[in-house]
């Protein structure tokens, strides 16, 4: 039950646009839909962003859009604000063995 | 206004053991999937197990399996994480979530931490 690769660290000026990463496998990302981004100020519990790949909870920002190809799924922060300052993490179900979900190995995003 | 909040997180020692509770309200609790989520302090996230709304299934992450028990009480609306042979590497805040059916976790507790130490 391998974690999926992140990059550690994006950094964007105010305004800008950020892409984040996720790799896996076809195990995981690669096979199945059910890829979902968490963002986590310090101290704070995770908060859903995107799930299923593409689809906001309400209440989630336009701004927040995910997309995947392959065993590659990505995060895109458009017009980035100072409130998006913080860490993310992406998970995935991985049907590898026994059904269980996978987490990403987290990326600080820092607004510069 | 939804809620969910563990409880039972303490400082045990090596090989003890500790049961875990999270209570939700305002949510429809008996109908979903929920799930236990850990991070070690300054670390990521790690899934630990989830179970299905009825309790009919439960999965748990190769790290605790054999040592850690998901279980339910839609009653209750409560959820529990029994954990045995507690390890040094175990220590971290568990928060307990309710699923989206393995499409990720909407509501989230605040946390409770678990200390293992001697």
């Known amino acids: 039950q391998s974690a999926l690769t992140q990059p550690a660290s994006v950094s964007g000026s105010p305004g800008q646009s950020i892409t984040i990463s996720c790799t896996g496998t076809?195990?995981?990302?690669?096979?199945?839909?059910?890829v979902s981004w968490y963002q986590q100020h310090p101290g704070k519990a995770p908060k859903l962003m995107l799930y299923d790949v593409t689809i906001r909870p309400s209440g989630v920002s336009s701004r927040f859009s995910g997309s995947k190809s392959g065993n590659t799924a990505s995060l895109t922060i458009s017009g980035l604000q100072a409130e998006d300052e913080a860490d993310y993490y992406c998970?995935?179900?991985?049907?590898?063995?026994?059904?269980?979900?996978?987490f990403g190995t987290g990326t600080r995003v820092t607004v510069l | 206004e939804v809620q969910l909040v563990e409880s039972g997180g303490d400082l045990v020692q090596p090989g003890g053991s500790l049961r875990l509770s999270c209570e939700g309200s305002?949510?429809?609790?008996?109908?979903?999937?929920m799930t236990w989520v850990r991070q070690a302090p300054g670390k990521g996230l790690e899934w630990v197990a989830n179970i299905k709304a009825d309790g009919s299934d439960k999965n748990y992450a190769d790290s605790v399996k054999g040592r850690f028990t998901i279980s339910r009480d839609n009653a209750r609306n409560s959820l529990y994480l029994q954990m045995n042979s507690l390890r040094v590497e175990d220590t971290a805040v568990y928060f307990c979530?309710?699923?989206?059916?393995?499409?990720?976790?909407?509501?989230w507790g605040q946390g409770t931490l678990v200390s293992v130490s001697s």
């Open positions: 305002g949510l429809n609790f008996n109908t979903h999937y």
């Open positions: 979530a309710r699923e989206l059916s393995w499409s990720g976790s909407d509501y």
């Open positions: 998970s995935s179900y991985s049907g590898a063995n026994t059904p269980h979900y996978v």
């Open positions: 076809s195990s995981d990302v690669g096979g199945y839909n059910y």
